[in-house]
């Protein structure tokens, strides 16, 4: 069983991943991305797939032309756990 994050640990999010959000009326995190056009786009979804099977965890995620939102949560945990820390730090280094 995956284990949902501590409150010491949550409350560290902002500092451990500025650039994510906490969703509103869920224990989940979300990023928008935004990139030069769809192709950019499309790319980057394609290497957070590839990230995404290497972590066995999955994003939601939508596409918009150029616009990239995930949102994690485990669900086997019923809210956040490590496997988002790790995979949301992850998807950061594409970017950065």
């Known amino acids: 069983m995956v284990e949902k994050l501590t409150e010491a640990t949550r409350a560290a999010l902002p500092d451990t991943l500025p650039q994510w959000r906490m969703v509103a009326g869920r224990e989940a ?3 928008d991305f935004v990139f030069a056009d ?3 786009a ?3 979804m ?3 797939a590839l990230l995404a099977e290497k972590h066995d965890h999955h994003p939601e ?3 918009v032309w ?3 939102s995930i949102v994690l949560s485990t ?3 019923g ?3 490590a496997r988002d820390v790790a995979l949301a730090s992850a998807i950061d280094a594409l970017v950065a």
């Open 79 to 81: 809210g956040l756990s």
């Open 38 to 40: 769809f192709s950019a």
């Open 66 to 68: 150029n616009k990239v």
């Open 46 to 48: 394609s290497r957070v």
């Open 29 to 31: 995190i979300a990023r």
């Open 75 to 77: 669900h086997d945990a």
């Open 61 to 63: 995620w939508s596409n």
């Open 42 to 44: 499309w790319g980057f």
